[in-house]
C-alpha cells in the first residue's frame, strides 16, 4: 500500500468513527452543524476540489461534479428542513471514498503483475577494462562489444556466450519457472538473471533493440491502444453524465411547478430536490468508468504474467473473437532445428557412415551440415580430408583418407551416375557415395515441438473452426507434419507473398465478426503477421520484424500459450459484459425508483458505490489466468 492510498485509508476510518460518534453525542443547533461539515470535509475536500477544478477549466460533466452537487444539496436540505439528518450527505461521500480505495487497490494488484515485469529493466552492464570490470550505462554499450554477467546480475543485452556455464531464471520473461543452462556458443536474451556460474558474453544488439527494451516497450504502451468497448464506454459517459444531470434539474423544478400551475396545490420543493439529489447519487458512472478499463488492465496483466504479451485493450478483445488459427511451420509448430533421425545404410555402421558424411560436409556452414556435426558428436580432424567441392543445390564432394565421398542429394547421385535407393521417410535425405558406390542415406527432419499437437487439439476444444498451415516447405513434409498435428487444411512451398495472398482468401471466406490468428515467427512472416486480424509472434527466439508486426508476443515460443492467450481473452472480454449488463440494469432501475420516490439516498449508494466495488471486485478475476 502506498502513501496515499494510507492516507486515504485513515481519512476514511476518522471520518467513519466521528459519524458513528455523533450518533451518541446529543448536540443541536449550529455546533452540530459545523462538526458534520468537519467530517464532510475530512472524507471529500478532494472531491470538492476536484469539481472546482472541472467548473473552472469548463470540464463540469464528471462524477466529481455529481458527487458535490448531490452531498452539498442534502446538506442544504438538512438546513432548509431543520431535519439535522447530515448522515445522508457524509454517507454519500464516504461510501464513494470507499470506492474510490476498493478502485486504487485493484489497479495497484494488477500494476503488480506489470511492475514485476519491469525489474527485468538492467542497470547497469558489465565491461572488462585494464583487467577490471567497469559499470556502464547499457545504453553505452555497441554491437560485438564483450560484457560480463556475474552470478545474481540480470542479462542487459542480447547476445552470445564467449565463455562460461551457467543457469538462467526466464520466469520474468516466460512465465515458466524452470531455469534455462547456457553453454558457450548459446544465444542469449537479455532479461534473464544469470543464477550460477560468469558469464562472458558478445553482443548482437544494441540496448535499445535488445528483448528487454522491447518487451518493456509493448508493456508500457498496451494501454494506450484502447478496445472498440472501452471507446465505448467513454463516449457513452460523456453523453449520459450531462444527461442525467439535466434529467435531475428538470425532476427538481418541473413536477413542483406542475403541481402548483395545473393542480393548484402547494410546490412540494423540498420532496422534488430530494428526488433529484437521489437521481444524481444513482446516477454516476462510476461502476463502468472505471470496471471496464480495469477489466482490460487485468486482463493484460494476468496474461503478461503467464508469459504472453497483449499489445492493447483492442487486441485483447478481437483475440477473444478468434475462429480461425494460421501456422507458419518452421519455428512455430516445430523446432526450426533439423536432426538426425534415422540412418539406412548397406554395409556400413551407422557412426561409419554417419561420420563420412559428416567429414564431407564439415566445411559447409549449411544447417544440414551442423546437424550431421551434432549427430557424430565427437571431434572431426579435419585433416583427413581435401579436395573439397560444394555442388551448388546438390551437395558437396570431397576426399577422406584418400576415397571420394559424395553427401547430398538424389540429385547429386544421378549427377556422379550413381544408383541410390529412395526413402520411405519424411525429411531432408542425404545420400551417401564412397568411390561412386552408393552406401546408405541419411535423414534430417525438423523436430515437432513438444506441444504443437496439444495445441491444436485444445483450440478444438475452446471453438476455434479451422486450423491451417501456411509453409514454404516441400508439399511432404508439410503434409506430414499436418497429419501428425491434426492440421485441418495445409498450403505448401509458399513465397512469403503468397502466405499474404493465402490469407487474405481465407479472410474473405469468413464472416465480420469472426476473427483471424496467424502465428509466425520469421522476418518472413511480417508482411502476413500485419495483415491477420490477429498477429501472434514467437517472441524468445522469434525475428525482430515478427515481434514489432505482432499484436501478441509468446515470451516462451510454447505454441501452447496460444490457446491461453485466446481463453485469457475470453475471460477477460466475459467479465467486462458482465459488468456492463450488471451496472447498467441496476442503475436503469434505481433511476426510475429514485425518480418516482420510492429509492431513497441509501439506495442510491448502493446504486453508485455498491456497484462500482462489485464490479472492481469482479474485474479483478481477471488477473485470475493461470488455471486457464
Known amino acids: 500500500?502506498?502513501?496515499?492510498?494510507?492516507?486515504?485509508?485513515?481519512?476514511?476510518?476518522?471520518?467513519?468513527?466521528?459519524?458513528?460518534?455523533?450518533?451518541?453525542?446529543?448536540?443541536?443547533?449550529?455546533?452540530q452543524l459545523i462538526l458534520y461539515l468537519t467530517v464532510y470535509l475530512i472524507i471529500g475536500y478532494d472531491i470538492l476540489k476536484k469539481a472546482g477544478i472541472g467548473i473552472l477549466n469548463r470540464r463540469v460533466f464528471d462524477e466529481n461534479f455529481l458527487m458535490t452537487i448531490a452531498t452539498v444539496g442534502a446538506f442544504a436540505l438538512a438546513?432548509?428542513?431543520?431535519?439535522?439528518?447530515?448522515?445522508e450527505a457524509i454517507a454519500v461521500m464516504l461510501f464513494y471514498q470507499i470506492g474510490e480505495f476498493f478502485q486504487s487497490y485493484a489497479v495497484r494488484k494488477s500494476r503488480?503483475?506489470?511492475s514485476e515485469l519491469m525489474d527485468i529493466r538492467p542497470d547497469y552492464a558489465n565491461i572488462e577494462r585494464d583487467g577490471k570490470l567497469e559499470k556502464v550505462d547499457p545504453d553505452e554499450v555497441s554491437v560485438d562489444s564483450v560484457i560480463v554477467v556475474q552470478p545474481g546480475e540480470k542479462v542487459p543485452i542480447d547476445g552470445v556466450v564467449l565463455d562460461g556455464t551457467s543457469t538462467l531464471n526466464t520466469s520474468a520473461l516466460t512465465g515458466e519457472s524452470l531455469p534455462r543452462d547456457v553453454n558457450q556458443g548459446d544465444e542469449i536474451i537479455s532479461g534473464c538473471i544469470n543464477m550460477t556460474g560468469v558469464l562472458k558474453i558478445r553482443t548482437t544488439k544494441e540496448f535499445g533493440e535488445s528483448t528487454v527494451s522491447k518487451i518493456l516497450e509493448l508493456v508500457e504502451n498496451s494501454s494506450s491502444r484502447k478496445a472498440r468497448t472501452e471507446n465505448f464506454i467513454s463516449k457513452f459517459a460523456r453523453v449520459y453524465t450531462?444527461?442525467?444531470?439535466?434529467?435531475?434539474?428538470?425532476?427538481?423544478?418541473?413536477?413542483?411547478?406542475?403541481?402548483?400551475?395545473?393542480?393548484?396545490?402547494t410546490a412540494q420543493w423540498s420532496v422534488w430536490i430530494y428526488r433529484a439529489l437521489t437521481f444524481l447519487v444513482i446516477s454516476c458512472p462510476c461502476a463502468l468508468v472505471i470496471s471496464i478499463p480495469l477489466s482490460f488492465f487485468a486482463g493484460i496483466g494476468g496474461a503478461s504474467k503467464e508469459g504472453v504479451l497483449i499489445k492493447g485493450s483492442n487486441y485483447m478483445e478481437a483475440l477473444s473473437q478468434a475462429k480461425y488459427v494460421v501456422f507458419d511451420k518452421t519455428g512455430t509448430l516445430t523446432q526450426g532445428v533439423f536432426e538426425v533421425t534415422a540412418?539406412?545404410?548397406?554395409?556400413?555402421?551407422?557412426?561409419?557412415?554417419?561420420?563420412?558424411?559428416?567429414?564431407?560436409?564439415?566445411?559447409?556452414?549449411?544447417?544440414?551440415s551442423k546437424s550431421l556435426q551434432n549427430a557424430y558428436g565427437k571431434e572431426l580432424d579435419i585433416s583427413r580430408v581435401t579436395n573439397i567441392q560444394e555442388v551448388s543445390g546438390q551437395g558437396m564432394i570431397a576426399r577422406v583418407d584418400g576415397k571420394?565421398?559424395?553427401?547430398?542429394?538424389?540429385?547429386?547421385?544421378?549427377?556422379?551416375?550413381?544408383?541410390?535407393?529412395?526413402?520411405?521417410?519424411?525429411?531432408?535425405?542425404?545420400?551417401?557415395a564412397i568411390d561412386r558406390k552408393y552406401e546408405g542415406h541419411i535423414v534430417i527432419s525438423d523436430?515437432?515441438?513438444?506441444?504443437?499437437?496439444?495445441?491444436?487439439?485444445?483450440?478444438?476444444?475452446?471453438?476455434?473452426?479451422?486450423?491451417?498451415?501456411?509453409?514454404?516447405d516441400s508439399r511432404c513434409v508439410a503434409d506430414q507434419v499436418a497429419k501428425t498435428l491434426g492440421i485441418d487444411e495445409v498450403y505448401s512451398e509458399l513465397l512469403p507473398a503468397d502466405k499474404v495472398l493465402k490469407v487474405e482468401e481465407l479472410l474473405s471466406k469468413k464472416s465480420e465478426r469472426e476473427k483471424l490468428v496467424f502465428v509466425g515467427d520469421g522476418i518472413n512472416d511480417a508482411p502476413v503477421l500485419t495483415r491477420a486480424d490477429i498477429g501472434i509472434a514467437m517472441g524468445a527466439m522469434g525475428a525482430d520484424a515478427a515481434i514489432e508486426a505482432a499484436d501478441v508476443v509468446l515470451m516462451d515460443d510454447d505454441p501452447l500459450k496460444i490457446s491461453k492467450a485466446i481463453k485469457i481473452s475470453r475471460k477477460c472480454l466475459g467479465i467486462v459484459y458482465q459488468n456492463i449488463v450488471f451496472a447498467l440494469v441496476i442503475k436503469f432501475a434505481c433511476l426510475v425508483?429514485?425518480?418516482?420516490?420510492?429509492?431513497?439516498?441509501?439506495?442510491?449508494?448502493?446504486?453508485?458505490?455498491?456497484?462500482m466495488v462489485l464490479a472492481i471486485l469482479n474485474a479483478m478475476r481477471a488477473l485470475r489466468v493461470h488455471s486457464l
Open 1 to 31: 500500500m502506498n502513501k496515499k492510498q494510507k492516507k486515504m485509508l485513515i481519512r476514511i476510518i476518522i471520518a467513519f468513527a466521528m459519524t458513528i460518534a455523533l450518533q451518541f453525542i446529543s448536540v443541536t443547533g449550529g455546533l
Open 79 to 87: 438546513i432548509y428542513s431543520k431535519s439535522g439528518d447530515y448522515n
Open 112 to 114: 503488480k503483475n506489470i
Open 242 to 265: 450531462p444527461a442525467v444531470c439535466y434529467g435531475a434539474l428538470a425532476l427538481a423544478i418541473l413536477p413542483p411547478l406542475a403541481q402548483f400551475i395545473f393542480l393548484e396545490q
Open 343 to 368: 540412418i539406412h545404410h548397406n554395409e556400413m555402421e551407422d557412426t561409419e557412415l554417419l561420420e563420412y558424411a559428416a567429414l564431407a560436409e564439415c566445411f559447409s556452414s549449411h544447417p544440414i
Open 404 to 432: 571420394e565421398v559424395a553427401a547430398g542429394n538424389s540429385k547429386l547421385m544421378k549427377e556422379l551416375n550413381v544408383t541410390y535407393q529412395d526413402c520411405h521417410k519424411v525429411g531432408t535425405i542425404i545420400h551417401v
Open 447 to 472: 523436430i515437432v515441438k513438444p506441444h504443437s499437437k496439444e495445441v491444436i487439439s485444445e483450440l478444438k476444444k475452446i471453438g476455434i473452426k479451422k486450423s491451417v498451415i501456411l509453409t514454404g
Open 593 to 611: 425508483l429514485g425518480a418516482v420516490g420510492i429509492a431513497n439516498m441509501w439506495a442510491a449508494i448502493f446504486a453508485d458505490v455498491g456497484v
